[in-house]
């Protein structure tokens, strides 16, 4: 199934791979225990994706977007999304000037490379909106005239699971422009004292120091373009794709923009491992992060489980019924 890669592919792919190990150490002095959280993230970055983080209180979901941000020599902008929250406190807006009669476009927060939409489910629907321009396209338009964010633009957002007092699920349009959706967990006790050890004389995340720019995310995020994925492998995606939306067990399947961003994501996971070619075994680890979040399991199947768990459930049930490429 291997394409033959060029030896110029196979150096990218190793090059960028040093970049990348560099980025994932300086998180992991940070987010103690959680290689596969962290992984997930930088995937996502070079994806040129975005990111939902998913957990309860207290676990490191602000601390892990501050830390990919701080690793990055980039633009930084942090939102706390409250109930009180207005789409121009995010977007911005026109403010007419005395002096010169005319209006003056004011940016907002979103105007920065990297975004942390902290707790983005306390916020009313209206407010949330505000972003979808923005995630799909990288642009806003406030009164019809368009404004181009930065390159590259990321949104990491947090929120607490949909079942806490005090939050507005996200509607199905807004989650389908998270490229993926993770969770941190709970550490380990080793990891947890190290946790504690870490913090005991100073915050880790003050002596972070940024290990790439903007224009090595935009480099790596070109890199991640070329890497090759044989038809077997995409015949494998649309396999999976076409399951979820024929599957009785879910209202809603994956639409076209989550088969791309696991696509996107499956290339980006291979060029982190020091590969110029993707294989199954991509595809196989990212398909409940990049899809459960983008299915809806009917309410004939629901069960005690919590929303999120029954769609990842779900999913490791149709991927049992999916024959893997060889």
């Known amino acids: 199934m291997r394409n033959l890669r060029t030896a110029d592919a196979d150096a990218l792919a190793v090059t960028a791979a040093e970049k990348i190990e560099l980025l994932q150490a300086a998180i992991e002095r940070v987010i103690r225990g959680k290689p596969d959280a962290v992984r997930l993230a930088i995937v996502t970055l070079l994806a040129g994706g975005h990111l939902l983080i998913e957990d309860v209180p207290g676990v490191g979901k602000t601390t892990l977007a501050h830390s990919l941000s701080r690793a990055l020599d980039c633009s930084f902008q942090r939102i706390q999304f409250t109930s009180d929250l207005l789409p121009s406190d995010v977007i911005g807006l026109s403010v007419y000037n005395q002096v010169d009669a ?18 983005i489910n306390r916020t009313t629907p209206k407010t949330q909106s505000a972003l979808l321009e923005a995630m799909a396209e990288g642009h ?14 990321m949104v990491l957002a947090t929120q607490n699971p949909i079942e806490h007092h005090g939050t507005y699920p996200l509607p199905e349009s807004q989650l389908d422009r998270f490229m993926l959706r993770l969770r941190i967990g709970y550490p380990g006790v080793a990891d947890e004292k190290l946790i504690l050890r870490d913090r ?8 972070m120091q940024a290990v790439m720019n903007a224009a090595d995310v935009t480099e790596l995020q070109q890199a991640v373009t070329e890497v090759s994925v044989d038809d077997a492998i995409v015949d494998y995606l649309m396999r999976i794709v ?20 696991l696509f996107r994501a499956a290339q980006a996971l291979a060029l982190t491992e020091q590969r110029a070619f993707c294989l199954p075994d ?33 999913l490791r049930e149709i991927m049992k019924t999916i024959s893997v490429p060889l």
């Open 102 to 119: 005319l209006f003056e476009w004011k940016p907002g927060p979103i105007f920065a490379n990297v975004i942390l939409a902290d707790e």
């Open 200 to 207: 005991e004389h100073a915050e880790p995340l003050d002596n």
């Open 242 to 261: 076409a399951a979820t939306r024929s599957s009785e067990m879910l209202d809603l399947g994956v639409s076209p923009r989550g088969t791309l961003s």
């Open 282 to 314: 991509d595809i196989k680890r990212l398909v409940v992060p990049v899809f459960a979040h983008r299915v809806a399991v009917s309410t004939r199947y629901s069960s005690a489980m919590r929303r999120s768990e029954e769609a990842e459930a779900v």
């Open 140 to 153: 806003v338009t406030v009164e019809g005239v368009t404004h181009a964010l930065p390159n590259p633009f």
